[in-house]
C-alpha cells in the first residue's frame, strides 16, 4: 500500500514506534503513547484496538483496548471459543488475507455484517477502520483443528481505529491511521515476541530460570550454588496406570496431580525446577546463616500441606465420578543446590543437581514405608520451629550417611 510523504508529526510518531521496538516497551504502552500522541496531531481517536495470537498454555490470542475516556490500554487474553464464537473484523482478515477493512457506523440504515459494529454504532461511534498486518506466515492448523476446511489462520497483527465525531474520520486523518499501521504492528510484534519468550520459558523452565535464560545464561557450565529448602514430590501408582489406562485418562489424572503440586508451590512462592516424570522437584531459597531459612521451611511446609489438601480436594471430586484416587509422596530437605547449564555443547538443560537433590528423592521413598504422605529430614527439622515427631534414623540407597526422617503431629503411622 503506497502512503504519502511523511508529515514532520507523522514521522516523528514513526520514530518514536521504532524506538518503543527497540526498547522492548509493552503492548500496553505503545498503544496508549501512539493514541495520546495521535490526539495531539488533532486525530479525533475515541477508541483503538490490537490483537494478535499467542504461545501460551491457557490462551490462543491477546486484545489490548484503549478508549479516550479510560487514556489506558486494557489487556483481554482470549481461547479459540472466544475467538471463534461470533463473526468478527478481525477474524475475517484474518481468514481470507484481506489487510484493510473501513465501515461507515453514521448511517442507521446502513446493515454491518459483523455483531461488534452494531455494537459500537449503539454507543455512538461514527467511524471504523482495521487493519490486518500479516507476518507473511500462518498459525499450524494442527492447533486450529475445528476451523472450517481449506480455512487458513495467518499470523500478524490486526487492529482497529475508530472515532464517535460526526462525519467520521477526514482523509487526512486516515492517511495518517494507515501510514502508521506498518511500524504500529512491528512495534506491536517486537513486544508480542518478548512477551512471549517470557511465557514460554517460565512456562518450561519456572519463572526465575526462565529469566535467567532471556538474560544471557545460556552457556554450558554457567551456574551457581544455591542454598534452599527443597521439596519432593513423587505420584503414586502412575507406572501401573500408564500401563492400565488410556493415554486420555492417564495424562488427565497426572495433570490433575500436578495441578495440586505446582499450584501449592507458586502460591508460597516457590520455584519448580523440573518435572522428573511423575515427580515434582522445587525449591525455596535463601541466604544460608539467617533466618531466612527458617521461612524458607514454613513456606515449603505450607505448601507441600497446600498441595495434599488440594489433592484431598480433587480425590472427593474423582470419587464422586468413580474415578480412582491420586495419592503422592512429598519430602522436604535443606542443602545446597547446583542450579545451572548442563548437557553436551547442542542440548542443554538449566537444571538442578547435587548430593542435596539426591537425598530428597530417597526421602521421599520413605514416605510409602512409613505411610505417611510428608516427611522431613533432619536438616529441614532444624530450621522448622514447631511441633515433629521422629520416624527414626535411616540408611537411603546412595546417600553416604543416614538421615533422621521427621513427620508432622496430624500425619500418623
Not at 488475507?97 to 457506523?105: A, F, K, M, N, S
Not at 532471556?214 to 529448602?229: I, M, P
Request: with cysteine; hydrophobic share 45%.
Amino acid at each position: 500500500m503506497a502512503h504519502p510523504p511523511l508529515a514532520g508529526e507523522t514521522a516523528s510518531l514513526v520514530a518514536w514506534l521504532h524506538q518503543q521496538a527497540l526498547m522492548g516497551a509493552t503492548v500496553e504502552t505503545i498503544l496508549a503513547g501512539l493514541c495520546v500522541q495521535a490526539l495531539a496531531m488533532d486525530l479525533d481517536l475515541d477508541r483503538a484496538v490490537v490483537a494478535y495470537l499467542v504461545f501460551h498454555p491457557q490462551f490462543d490470542g491477546m486484545t489490548f483496548t484503549w478508549t479516550r475516556d479510560t487514556g489506558q490500554a486494557e489487556r483481554q487474553a482470549a481461547t479459540q471459543p472466544d475467538i471463534r464464537r461470533l463473526p468478527s473484523p478481525f477474524l475475517h482478515m484474518q481468514t481470507t488475507g484481506i489487510e484493510e477493512l473501513r465501515y461507515r457506523l453514521d448511517d442507521r440504515g446502513e446493515p454491518l455484517p459483523f455483531p461488534l459494529l452494531s455494537h459500537l454504532r449503539s454507543l455512538g461511534f461514527t467511524d471504523y477502520l482495521a487493519f490486518f498486518q500479516p507476518f507473511g506466515t500462518s498459525a499450524d492448523p494442527g492447533l486450529w483443528p475445528d476451523m472450517p476446511p481449506g480455512t487458513v489462520m495467518r499470523a500478524g497483527v490486526t487492529g482497529s481505529f475508530s472515532t464517535a465525531r460526526r462525519n467520521g474520520f477526514t482523509e487526512r486523518e486516515l492517511d495518517v491511521l494507515r501510514t502508521l499501521v506498518a511500524p504500529f504492528a512491528v512495534a506491536v510484534k517486537a513486544a508480542a515476541t518478548i512477551e512471549m519468550a517470557e511465557i514460554l520459558l517460565g512456562t518450561y523452565l519456572g519463572a526465575a530460570t526462565g529469566r535467567s535464560v532471556l538474560r544471557g545464561h545460556v552457556q554450558r557450565g554457567h551456574g551457581h550454588r544455591v542454598h534452599a529448602v527443597i521439596l519432593y514430590s513423587d505420584m503414586r501408582d502412575s507406572t501401573a496406570l500408564a500401563a492400565s489406562a488410556a493415554l486420555e485418562i492417564y495424562l488427565a489424572t497426572l495433570n490433575a496431580y500436578f495441578d495440586c503440586v505446582v499450584d501449592a508451590v507458586d502460591a508460597q512462592g516457590g520455584e519448580v525446577l523440573k518435572f522428573t516424570g511423575d515427580g515434582v522437584l522445587a525449591m525455596f531459597p535463601f541466604e544460608e546463616g539467617t533466618q531466612a531459612g527458617t521461612n524458607a521451611c514454613g513456606l515449603a511446609l505450607a505448601a507441600a500441606r497446600d498441595a495434599l489438601d488440594r489433592l484431598g480436594q480433587v480425590n472427593v471430586r474423582r470419587a464422586e465420578a468413580g474415578a480412582s484416587e491420586i495419592r503422592c509422596g512429598i519430602a522436604l530437605h535443606a542443602g545446597d543446590v547446583m542450579y545451572g547449564n548442563v548437557g553436551s555443547a547442542r542440548r542443554l538443560d538449566f537444571t538442578a543437581t547435587g548430593p542435596a537433590v539426591n537425598e530428597v528423592c530417597r526421602l521421599e521413598t520413605q514416605c510409602k514405608t512409613l505411610a505417611v504422605p510428608l516427611v522431613l529430614s533432619d536438616t529441614a527439622a532444624s530450621l522448622y520451629g514447631g511441633p515433629l515427631r521422629s520416624l527414626g534414623w535411616y540408611d537411603l540407597r546412595g546417600v553416604g550417611r543416614a538421615i533422621e526422617a521427621f513427620a508432622l503431629p496430624e500425619y500418623r503411622t
